[in-house]
Every structure is written in C-alpha cells, then in structure tokens.
C-alpha cells in the first residue's frame, strides 16, 4: 500500500514557468523530505521539514509542509531545464525507526 | 568523501542465475538501506541495517532474496534464482543514525541496473 500519494505524475513545462508538486497522505509524519533524481543517479536529498506549517527556500525552490503536518508541497519559480528531474518525497513516520517511505513520485521536465 | 559505492553499475543475467550486488557505505555511517526502483513500483524499502545488524526486512519481496552487512563498510544483496520481474535499478543509501527522533539525510549510490533475460 503505498502511503504518499504525489501530484501530478508527469510534468511537462517551458523554461521560466511556476510550478507546484504535491504530497499527501491521511497520516502523520515526524518529518518530510523533498529528493530529487537526476537520470543515471541516485536521489539527492533537498530539504527536510518537521514542524508544522513550515516554509524553506532553496533558491528557487519553495518548500510547504503543511499544519496538521499530513501534506507537503514544493514550488518552483522559474523553472530552469537544470530542474529537469523526478521529485520525490518521502516521509519518516517516527517511533523507534529511521525508516523512510518514499512517495510516488513527479517527473517534472523543462523545456528550454 | 567517496560517497555510496555501488557494483556491478550493469548486470545482465539469465533466469534463474544467482545475482550479488554489492555497496560499500559512507565512512563513518551506521545505517545502511537496500531499495529497488521499477516504473510500476517507484521506489520501495526492501531492508534496512543499524549498526550491521538487519533491522526492517519486511519489503523483502521473498526468500530469493537476501541481505547481509558483515561489517560497517559492507553490505551484499543477493538474489538467488533471479527472475524476470526482478529486473528494476537497485539502489543502496547509507547515513548517520542518532536517535529515533532525529530526521537523518541518506546519501544514496549510483545504483545496479538489473537486467534478468
């Protein structure tokens, strides 16, 4: 069963236009975090998020979590073909583990 | 640092054959994860290991499949017969595990494409 549900799949953009990727999930995490896979590789961790209602930005990117902490979202602005990748969250559920569930999963790609 | 190190990159292999594919952690790292990522599946957990002992294997999709981690710069995943729906890109991470509390980064390998004929 999978826990965390991402929006939309696939993306398909131009060059400096705003972006936004969702995930949800009818849980509670401890923690979020946004990774990012480039072709080849292996994901590369973005930003972690664990209070409630939390706001991080990472240049263009802008990071939401949301208050009952169940949901989390990452906006672009200005999209740039370097952000060409598939984005994926992933979600620490607490307890005695440091297990993460990883979400579905959004390829974004940017066209120039 | 080296970063995750993965082998084979590439493995080719007929059914039934067995598979070893092969990570060596982060220096200094006490937590090192097996996942596999496929199309259909994205990315799952397969087992997880705490100080070289297996904590979590319960992604482990059946008893083809194996994991050991002799020691804290080690760790092996062996399938044993391959099948055909094996076929994915097998990813090893590892990171510095302090408390369960704490939210660590794992720092993933290049991964091992797995290709089973």
């Known amino acids: 069963t999978q826990l965390l549900e991402q929006s939309p799949q696939f993306l398909s953009i131009q060059e400096g236009e705003n972006l936004t990727v969702y995930c949800n999930s009818s849980?509670?995490?401890?923690?979020l975090q946004w990774y990012r896979q480039e072709p080849g590789e292996g994901p590369v961790l973005l930003v972690t998020?664990?209070?409630?209602?939390e706001v991080k930005k990472l240049k263009r990117l802008t990071f939401q979590f949301g208050d009952a902490r169940k949901d989390s979202s990452l906006h672009i602005t200005a999209a740039q073909p370097g952000d060409t990748g598939l984005y994926l969250c992933?979600?620490?559920?607490?307890?005695?583990?440091?297990?993460?569930?990883f979400g579905t999963g959004t390829l974004l790609a940017v066209q120039p | 640092d080296a970063g995750v190190i993965q082998s084979p990159r590439h493995e080719v292999t007929e059914m039934g054959q067995e598979v070893t594919l092969r990570c060596k952690p982060i220096?200094?790292?006490?937590?090192l994860f097996w996942y596999r990522q496929t199309m259909m599946r994205g990315l799952e957990l397969l087992i997880y290991?705490?100080?070289?002992?297996?904590?979590?294997d319960s992604g482990m999709p059946e008893d083809r499949f194996s994991a050991k981690m002799p020691n804290a710069s080690f760790s092996t995943l062996k399938i044993q017969p391959s099948e055909p729906r094996d076929s994915a890109v097998y990813f090893c991470?590892?990171?510095?595990?302090?408390?369960?509390?704490?939210?660590?980064?794992?720092?993933f390998g290049p991964g091992t494409r797995l290709t089973v004929l």
């Open positions: 991470a590892s990171s510095s595990f302090l408390a369960p509390s704490h939210t660590d980064t794992q720092y």
């Open positions: 849980s509670v995490f401890s923690s």
């Open positions: 998020v664990v209070t409630g209602g």
């Open positions: 992933a979600a620490l559920y607490g307890g005695a583990t440091n297990k993460l569930i």
């Open positions: 220096s200094g790292h006490n937590s």
């Open positions: 290991f705490n100080n070289n002992v297996p904590i979590d």
